[in-house]
């Protein structure tokens, strides 16, 4: 803290999505899906959803295809496959759905892999078959790029397969693209920013399962290249992939004896996966889809290899990001925090608090309840406030908030030496704020800093006097959602003039929240933050 007895907080927003940095969010339950099944292809075409296929309790391939409306949160029949088909894939190009690949009905399950490729034409409300696959695979994956579909990895009766074939819907052709490098069958992928990510999947030789694998690609169709990447941090078959803001978020999965519910997001620009709330119905061969920052899923088995489920959830992504770089208290202080939502829609979000420049996790007391994480809902076009508790927390402490959209507010705050109030404003990388100093008077002032990259984030302060000369720089370096308070003459000691009048640039690799404080005697101010870029 600046004072022992002083209290400053600050709202700092970043009005965009991140599509680096860290995510968070929520699971909602939905209606299930009306036949329960597992091993299914899925397709997204406008806002529905399509699922093909699959195995049902009785059904070793069905030709089933139910469709959700992801807008208006109903199932609806849809014209069937031409066959019964599981362990399929699907994609949508030119605004249709294509079935590819799978395994035919057949006992054991894995004895008639297909090449069959099938167009879906909602205008017409029917299915014709397209050219097949050059050779026959089922737990495959297959996704559309650039007016053309890309059939990934599975298995024949027998081996993985690291083929990727790729089709031309005009010259109804197949062509082979570089392999994988590994052979995956029950693979996941996703395009993400105009590439291919394949994360996870099961190494199968001569039938029989050899291992999970948690081996990680990235495809760049420009230079028909695969690229390894981070490992995934649960190794996994039978999962899901799903494209969203930015991220490749894997949920779900299983290996022998076991079924995963683990929700891991990729983020493409750090290279580094990121744990998020676990589905809360472990599954795998289920359906996923993605629309806006929402992800769907339904169906499944719930147990290794069978129990097929209609089960529906949605992952409601949190990627709009908001700071408090400093929470303190003292003597007599009370503070409020006041967040409002400016939309038509519920916001939905989650604040975490953190303390020290690790960021080690930090429980707040607010409204009489302590918590390192708290989540709460604010109406459309309605607010919420919360209230410190000035006797559950000494020194100091930041908080980090996600939501489904931008959210307002501000901080109002009372003590001894009087009240003030701070507005929200916006966190960048390059920040600048006015800053003073006169011993004489007893006037000082300080700045909080926060990340919000939710890494190691190296941060250059630069002491500048009213000319703009730079008179000194020091470097400080906060882990993930760390933050740090200090007073001018503590951050550059006997470099600051008395009394000085100047300005601090802030200069950090990632994203910085920042508020500035005036301390005279009797008063406290804030002082405005200008973002640079």
Same mark, same amino acid.
């Given at each position: 803290m600046l004072k022992k007895r002083f209290l400053f907080l600050a709202l700092v927003t970043c009005w965009h999505t991140v599509i680096a940095g860290e995510i968070r969010g929520f699971w909602e339950d939905l209606p299930p899906m009306p036949t329960p099944r597992q091993e299914v292809a899925t397709a997204l075409l406008g806002g529905d959803m399509y699922v093909l296929g699959g195995l049902t309790d009785t059904i070793p391939g069905t030709a089933t295809v139910e469709v959700f409306d992801t807008a208006a949160g109903q199932w609806r029949a849809a014209p069937p496959l031409p066959r019964g088909i599981h362990? !399929?894939? /699907?994609?949508?190009?030119? %605004?249709?759905?294509?079935?590819?690949?799978?395994? !035919?009905? /057949?006992?054991?399950?894995? %004895?008639?892999?297909?090449?069959?490729?099938?167009?879906?034409?909602?205008?017409?409300?029917?299915w014709q078959v397209r050219a097949p696959l050059p050779s026959v695979r089922g737990s495959l994956f297959t996704v559309a790029l650039q007016g053309r579909l890309y059939a990934i990895g599975g298995r024949d009766t027998v081996n993985s397969r690291t083929d990727v074939t790729v089709y031309d819907p005009v010259q109804n052709q197949w062509s082979q693209a570089a392999p994988l490098p590994l052979g995956l069958d029950h693979l996941a992928a996703a395009v993400v920013e105009g590439k291919i990510y394949v994360a996870g999947g099961r190494v199968t030789q001569g039938g029989f399962f050899l291992r999970n694998d948690p081996s990680a690609f990235v495809y760049d169709a420009q230079l028909d290249q695969w690229s390894p990447l981070a490992d995934l941090p649960t190794p996994r078959s039978g999962h899901a992939a799903a494209s969203v803001a930015g991220f490749l978020l894997v949920v779900g999965g299983e290996e022998?004896?076991?079924?995963?519910?683990?929700?891991?997001?990729?983020?493409?620009?750090?290279?580094?996966?990121?744990?998020?709330?676990?589905l809360p119905t472990a599954r795998h061969g289920l359906a996923i889809a993605s629309v806006g920052n929402r992800m769907f899923t339904a169906g499944g088995g719930t147990v290794a290899n069978i129990q097929p489920t209609g089960q529906a959830e949605v992952f409601n992504l949190l990627s709009f990001l908001t700071s408090l770089p400093?929470?303190?208290?003292?003597?007599?202080?009370?503070?409020?925090?006041?967040?409002?939502?400016?939309?038509?829609q519920p916001l939905h979000v989650v604040a975490e608090f953190h303390r020290g420049e690790a960021g080690d996790d930090f429980s707040l007391s607010l409204d009489g309840q302590s918590a390192s994480q708290l989540q709460l809902g604010i109406a459309a076009e309605g607010r919420v406030t919360l209230t410190t508790d000035p006797a559950a927390l000494t020194g100091s402490a930041a908080a980090t908030l996600f939501s489904n959209a931008p959210l307002l507010g501000n901080v109002l705050f009372s003590g001894p030496q009087g009240f003030a109030g701070v507005a929200v404003t916006e966190g960048g990388r390059r920040l600048f704020v006015n800053l003073s100093r006169d011993t004489g008077e007893g006037a000082d002032s300080g700045v909080a800093l926060a990340d919000l990259s939710g890494q190691s984030n190296l941060i250059t302060l630069s002491l500048l006097d009213s000319q703009g000369q730079l008179l000194s720089q020091r470097p400080l370096e906060l882990e993930g959602f760390g933050q740090a308070a200090r007073l001018i003459s503590e951050l550059f000691e006997d470099d600051v003039p008395d009394p000085f009048?100047?300005?601090?640039?802030?200069?950090?690799?990632?994203?910085v929240g920042a508020v500035a404080i005036l301390l005279r005697p009797g008063q406290f101010a804030t002082l405005p933050v200008s973002v640079v870029e």
């Open positions: 362990h !399929g894939s /699907a994609a949508v190009l030119d %605004g249709k759905i294509y079935s590819v690949g799978g395994f !035919g009905a /057949a006992v054991p399950i894995f %004895g008639n892999p297909i090449a069959d490729v099938y167009e879906f034409d909602p205008d017409l409300g029917a022998p004896g076991r079924v995963f519910n683990q929700n891991e997001a990729y983020a493409p620009a750090e290279d580094r996966w990121i744990s998020l709330p676990d400093q929470i303190g208290v003292g003597p007599d202080i009370t503070s409020r925090l006041v967040l409002g939502n400016p939309g038509r009048n100047g300005s601090l640039r802030i200069e950090g690799q990632g994203l």
